[in-house]
């Protein structure tokens, strides 16, 4: 069992990005904090970066699951945006976030936190820690932004986007040599077969969000066959759920329960 693995070590709790799949990430955080396991440290991507961060400053996973509460009716977090390059304003999305994080930096966590954002203008990835002298919410807006969904956010003059556009589960940027990582877009994350809808915009939209998930998969299948660290892999099974599945917080949540 993966529990004994880490047990009594230090090691860097790795989450992916995943949009409402990352839900399920919170209930792998249940069984940590019922086995008493803390992480050393903490990297995220898009949504894991926004969990990891409610874990760094202390939150446990019982209220971090009742904020998504927020996010189960997109009409909380959903503003539409007829300027620039999104559809979607991070306007709501950032009250959200300042209610959750206030004015807390980077160097501020109680158990440190890296965010993974890609550089919109040069495609190189930016990794936010302690070292930067940035809010939480600003790393995990730029963290978040899914090009043509999100707005970029642009923090010191730089344009930043989604971290999955570089590494969707960061364990190239773990410090410790045990990691725990949690992939919602793993080869469970996807289904074997075609889609059989019988409109053919339905088939369309699942054959683009199954080939954004396979895309993924193999970045994150290149990134673990290179490294030689001691990586311990949980692959919540999230085939039937599609990223926009925020109102199926509940249901997602339990596909992260007992797989520790």
């Known amino acids: ?21 990352g839900i399920a ?17 903490i990297v995220g991507t898009s949504m894991g970066a926004i969990i990891g961060a ?5 939150m446990k996973e ?8 927020d996010f189960a009716n997109i009409f909380n977090w959903v503003k539409l945006s007829f300027t620039g390059n999104s559809i979607i304003s991070s306007k709501k999305i950032e009250k959200i976030l300042d209610n959750i994080f206030f004015d807390i930096k980077m160097k501020d966590t109680k158990i440190p936190l890296k965010v993974i954002a890609t550089n919109t203008l040069n495609g190189n990835i930016k990794v936010f820690n302690s070292t930067d002298d ?8 730029a963290s978040m932004a899914i090009p ?43 289904n074997k077969n075609m889609p059989n809808h019988f409109f053919k915009t339905n088939n369309v939209l699942d054959m683009f969000e199954k080939s954004m998930r396979i895309l993924i998969y193999n970045q994150t299948k290149t990134s673990l066959s290179i490294s030689k660290k001691n990586i311990h ?25 007992g797989l520790l």
């Open 62 to 69: 019982r209220k971090i699951f009742y904020l998504f509460k």
């Open 1 to 21: 069992m993966i529990q004994k693995e880490i047990k009594n070590k230090e090691f860097c709790l790795v989450l992916s990005g995943g949009g409402a799949l």
């Open 25 to 41: 990430q919170i209930g792998v955080l249940h069984d940590l904090e019922k086995m008493n396991l803390s992480p050393s440290e």
């Open 54 to 58: 409610c874990l760094s400053i202390g």
């Open 233 to 257: 892999i949980l692959e919540p099974t999230t085939k039937d759920y599609k990223t926009f599945h925020f109102h199926k917080y509940k249901e997602i949540r339990e596909l992260g329960l």
């Open 134 to 141: 940035v809010k939480i919410k600003d790393a995990l807006l």
């Open 148 to 190: 043509g969904i999100f707005e970029e956010k642009k923090i010191d003059n730089i344009i930043y986007s989604d971290g999955f556009l570089c590494e969707n589960l960061g364990i190239n940027q773990s410090s410790y040599d045990d990691i725990l990582a949690i992939d919602v877009l793993g080869k469970n994350s996807f």
